[in-house]
């Protein structure tokens, strides 16, 4: 009986003590995952979303991959203002080809409008957490009212198996100072046959007062790929014009977001500027597009911001070759030519 009162009486205390505590940092799971499904193709890409509370707004601290390597080639997470169907799985692929297609799902993008991509999973990526006191604001007021996961099937299911690979997201309803957003530069063009070429894109930021922190970067292309590389650009008072690295890499490691290499800041009147070495072996053009056969330019920028929303401009494209080039932009002097191709 003693015993009994002294266990509730040290079980009301420790509550006491710990609940406040628990309550200020409390971080929920949701798990977003692929609700079963058996692709019956290679390569097959896969989309299913979920709609957030428009009533309320919630904040992405962290994104906790549940996939296994075997299955899924890649994941990728996007924000959308409207997803790309109403259906509960579709075929999101952008590598489709038309006499290639499963009929088993609805053919549509991941998103119909307002896309932006929040994640990035590929072989071995970790958990991504970021920094503390940041978060993506989702549902309420912010203009991501679904979230899509796309799922990169790799091998056929046979009927006796589903995958349900998929994200956890760490969440929290409590309202962060910082939040995050994701910027994307990428070109369009082409690229000769048998050529090296630079697919090159610059903008600069005219939303006053807001202070860019980049913390993460993606590279994206397809085979032709040889180096990708961004570069925070920004001219002093007396016109001097510097160059510092956000992050470089050979796009065919795993596409992921890693780290960026220096903790700078993008402000108003700086520009942002990415280049993709392209190296083509083929006797044909190849176009920048969705197939396969067709390459892409994307550097995207993950970054926070105190006390504010994100950038309203969130994509800065260039014509590309051979249309487009630093060297042809008035701004963009002392480019560090040989280190932006340079692994
Ligand atoms: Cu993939
Ligand atoms: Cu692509």
Same mark, same amino acid.
């Given at each position: ?8 009486v ?10 406040p ?10 798990s ?12 097959l890409?896969l ?10 707004s ?6 906790e ?7 899924a080639?890649?994941?990728?997470l996007?924000g959308c203002?409207d ?9 999101c692929?952008?590598?489709?080809s038309?006499n ?12 119909k409008?307002g ?18 006191q ?27 198996e589903?995958?349900n ?6 969440y929290?309803?409590?309202?962060l ?23 090159e894109t610059a903008?600069?930021?005219? /939303?006053? =007062? %807001? #202070? ?5 970067y &993606? +590279?994206?292309?397809? /085979?032709? =790929? %040889? #180096? ?5 650009? &920004? +001219?002093?008072?007396r016109?001097?014009? %510097? ?9 065919l ?5 890693y ?5 700078i ?7 942002l ?6 190296e ?6 190849t176009?920048?597009g969705?197939?396969?056969?067709d390459e892409m330019?994307?550097?995207y ?6 006390g504010t ?7 800065c ?19 560090p030519?040989?280190e932006?191709?340079?692994?």
């Amino acid at each position: 009986m003693i015993a009994k009162i002294i266990t509730a009486v040290f079980l009301l205390v420790s509550t006491a003590t710990i609940w406040p505590i628990a309550n200020a940092n409390e971080v929920k799971k949701y798990s977003l995952m692929m609700p079963n499904v058996r692709p019956k193709k290679t390569d097959l890409y896969l989309c299913t979303p979920i709609r957030i509370d428009s009533s309320k707004s919630y904040f992405i601290v962290g994104f906790e991959p549940k996939a296994s390597g075997h299955d899924a080639h890649h994941m990728l997470l996007y924000g959308c203002s409207d997803p790309g169907s109403e259906d509960p799985v579709w075929n999101c692929g952008q590598m489709a080809s038309p006499n290639g297609r499963d009929h088993s799902y609805m053919h549509s993008n991941p998103c119909k409008s307002g896309s932006n991509i929040l994640y990035a999973w590929a072989r071995d990526a970790p958990t991504l957490k970021l920094p503390d006191q940041v978060g993506f604001k989702v549902g309420g007021d912010s203009k991501i009212s679904y979230l899509v996961l796309q799922v990169h099937y790799h091998r056929t299911f046979d009927d006796d198996e589903t995958d349900n690979s998929g994200i956890y997201l760490h969440y929290t309803d409590e309202q962060l100072s910082r939040q995050a957003g994701v910027y994307l530069l990428a070109t369009n063009g082409k690229i000769a046959p048998r050529s090296v070429e630079h697919m090159e894109t610059a903008c600069s930021i005219f /939303e006053p =007062g %807001k #202070v860019i922190h980049p913390f993460a970067y &993606r +590279t994206h292309t397809h /085979e032709l =790929g %040889k #180096v990708v590389a961004g570069y925070r650009v &920004r +001219t002093d008072q007396r016109g001097d014009v %510097k160059w510092d690295l956000l992050g470089k890499r050979n796009p065919l490691t795993p596409q992921m977001f890693y780290p960026v290499e220096n903790n700078i800041t993008v402000e108003f009147g700086d520009r942002l500027a990415a280049r993709c070495t392209m190296e083509s072996t083929r006797d044909t053009v190849t176009k920048i597009g969705a197939t396969s056969d067709d390459e892409m330019c994307n550097f995207y920028v993950m970054y926070w911001v105190e006390g504010t929303d994100p950038l309203e401009q969130q994509l800065c494209v260039s014509e590309g070759s051979p249309k487009y080039y630093w060297k042809d932009d008035p701004y963009l002097i002392n480019i560090p030519d040989e280190e932006a191709s340079k692994l």
